[in-house]
């Protein structure tokens, strides 16, 4: 499908169709489509000139504001992307601690760094462990140890074994990238416990979830100062923006402070970082979090309602403003093999019921769906009537 333009709630296709969009450019457009606020701070910035090669004040003012805001960042540094602010923490990881090795988890995605493309296929990181795609060489899967999300046991192996060697975890704290799955805040919590006790750096990829479930994302919700943390796309609202921050110790290990080399030609554009602060200023003054959450949870629950109405065997798995239609369990799935069976064919089949009724979802059965400010009531009332004959015409998984 080709798109020509997209406004508030609504995106529209190169034949003129309307789509209520749930998934508004896969998470930045908190605002929605072309929020008039955010263009005209962006008519302004390029007014002014779109890059420069040289030191601006648009990048400190976003920088201030978050960091006045997030108490356990005390430098930040702008990047494109989330793979880059993810590759750039890893390397800081590995710089402050001397080690090699990283943890991650099976199912979260933190870019398409080599490092981050691995796999596993089983509970634990012993032996050979196969890429997620082609290119990526054997030396790099070496460093990277994988296991499940939610696995005591896996987790307190891997750290037995590598725990003097491994630089940092990094995790998704709200795991949104292999369908939502909120984790529970004592097996999270334990992770962090064992970071502390083997000296290995916890890293909290933030990309989504971050000023997306709240001002304070998910380090906030628990309670949590990880060492470093990665942000994206609503600190851009759609341009490419990114971040990574953390303790001063940590970031005075970047260049030109430190001996860690991180530089992009366009990182830090005027025309993102007046956007992106345009974006945080106005949902700070709207209570925009506060009010989009308190909307997403009526929704969720109307949706969860109607599906239940055509007798559709759906969970409606919702955290702050994101949320993921799945088969149903009877259990909570946290875990990638979790996921029920017959999850891609279902999906598929209710897309495209979707999209003949003028709903455009994620296209692909383990995205996450997105609310915007611009969701308003009527919409929603709309949507969920919509994807409730979606469901019933999907059928029974």
Same mark, same amino acid.
């Given at each position: 499908? *080709?798109?020509?333009?997209?406004?508030g709630?609504?995106?529209v296709?190169?034949?003129?169709r309307h789509?209520?969009?749930?998934?508004?450019?896969?998470?930045?457009?908190i605002?929605g489509?072309?929020?008039? %606020?955010?263009a005209?701070?962006?008519?302004l910035a390029?007014e002014?000139?779109?890059s420069?090669g040289?030191?601006e004040?648009?990048?400190?003012? &976003?920088?201030?504001?978050?960091?006045?805001r997030?108490?356990?960042v005390?430098?930040?540094r702008?990047v494109?992307s989330g793979?880059?602010?993810?590759m $750039?923490?890893?390397?800081i990881?590995?710089a402050?601690t001397g080690?090699?090795q990283i &943890?991650k988890?099976e199912?979260?995605?933190?870019g398409?760094? %080599?490092?981050?493309?691995?796999?596993?296929?089983?509970?634990l990181?012993?032996? #050979?462990?196969?890429?997620s795609?082609?290119?990526?060489?054997d030396?790099?899967?070496?460093d990277?140890?994988?296991?499940?999300? %939610?696995?005591?046991?896996?987790?307190?192996r891997?750290?037995? =074994?590598?725990?003097a060697?491994?630089a940092?975890?990094?995790l998704?704290?709200?795991?949104?990238?292999?369908?939502l799955?909120p984790q529970?805040?004592?097996?999270l919590?334990?992770?962090i416990?064992?970071?502390?006790t083997?000296?290995?750096l916890?890293?909290f990829d933030?990309?989504?979830?971050?000023?997306?479930?709240?001002r /304070?994302?998910?380090? =906030?919700?628990?309670?949590?100062? !990880?060492?470093?943390?990665?942000?994206g796309?609503?600190? /851009?609202?759609? *341009?490419?923006?990114?971040?990574?921050?953390g303790?001063?110790d940590l970031?005075d290990?970047?260049?030109?402070?430190?001996p860690v080399?991180?530089? /992009?030609t366009l990182?830090?554009? !005027?025309?993102?970082? #007046?956007?992106?602060?345009?974006?945080v200023?106005k949902m700070? #003054? &709207?209570?925009?979090?506060?009010?989009?959450n308190?909307r997403a949870?009526?929704?969720?629950?109307?949706?969860s309602?109607?599906?239940?109405?055509?007798?559709?065997s759906i969970?409606?798995?919702?955290?702050? $403003?994101i949320?993921?239609p799945?088969?149903?369990?009877?259990?909570p799935v946290?875990r990638?093999d979790?996921?029920?069976e017959h999850q891609?064919?279902?999906y598929?089949?209710?897309f495209?019921a979707?999209?003949r #009724? /003028?709903?455009? &979802? !994620?296209?692909?059965a383990f995205?996450?769906?997105?609310?915007?400010?611009?969701?308003?009531d009527?919409?929603?009332r709309?949507?969920?009537d919509?994807l409730a004959?979606a469901? =019933? =015409?999907?059928?029974?998984?």
């Amino acid at each position: 499908m *080709f798109f020509t333009r997209g406004a508030g709630a609504h995106l529209v296709d190169v034949e003129g169709r309307h789509y209520i969009d749930f998934c508004q450019s896969f998470g930045p457009l908190i605002l929605g489509h072309a929020d008039q %606020d955010v263009a005209q701070a962006v008519r302004l910035a390029i007014e002014d000139g779109w890059s420069f090669g040289a030191c601006e004040p648009y990048s400190l003012e &976003l920088a201030e504001w978050m960091c006045s805001r997030l108490p356990w960042v005390d430098r930040i540094r702008f990047v494109s992307s989330g793979t880059e602010a993810v590759m $750039s923490a890893l390397r800081i990881a590995r710089a402050a601690t001397g080690r090699s090795q990283i &943890l991650k988890f099976e199912g979260c995605y933190h870019g398409h760094a %080599d490092a981050m493309l691995v796999q596993a296929g089983s509970g634990l990181a012993t032996g #050979r462990i196969a890429a997620s795609s082609a290119g990526v060489p054997d030396g790099i899967l070496a460093d990277t140890l994988v296991v499940p999300l %939610d696995d005591a046991s896996a987790l307190d192996r891997v750290f037995d =074994e590598h725990g003097a060697t491994m630089a940092a975890v990094i995790l998704e704290p709200l795991p949104a990238n292999y369908g939502l799955l909120p984790q529970r805040s004592e097996w999270l919590h334990g992770v962090i416990n064992h970071c502390r006790t083997a000296g290995s750096l916890v890293i909290f990829d933030e990309v989504i979830s971050g000023f997306r479930v709240g001002r /304070g994302g998910m380090a =906030e919700e628990f309670g949590v100062r !990880p060492d470093l943390v990665t942000y994206g796309k609503v600190i /851009g609202g759609g *341009f490419p923006v990114a971040a990574y921050a953390g303790r001063a110790d940590l970031m005075d290990h970047v260049a030109p402070v430190g001996p860690v080399y991180q530089a /992009g030609t366009l990182s830090a554009n !005027p025309v993102g970082m #007046r956007a992106g602060l345009a974006i945080v200023e106005k949902m700070d #003054r &709207l209570d925009g979090w506060r009010a989009l959450n308190d909307r997403a949870a009526q929704f969720c629950s109307r949706l969860s309602t109607a599906f239940t109405d055509v007798r559709a065997s759906i969970d409606i798995v919702s955290h702050a $403003s994101i949320f993921w239609p799945r088969v149903a369990s009877s259990q909570p799935v946290r875990r990638v093999d979790q996921i029920h069976e017959h999850q891609r064919a279902w999906y598929a089949k209710f897309f495209h019921a979707a999209l003949r #009724r /003028g709903v455009y &979802l !994620p296209p692909a059965a383990f995205e996450v769906c997105f609310l915007s400010m611009a969701h308003d009531d009527d919409i929603l009332r709309s949507a969920v009537d919509l994807l409730a004959d979606a469901a =019933e =015409e999907a059928g029974t998984p």
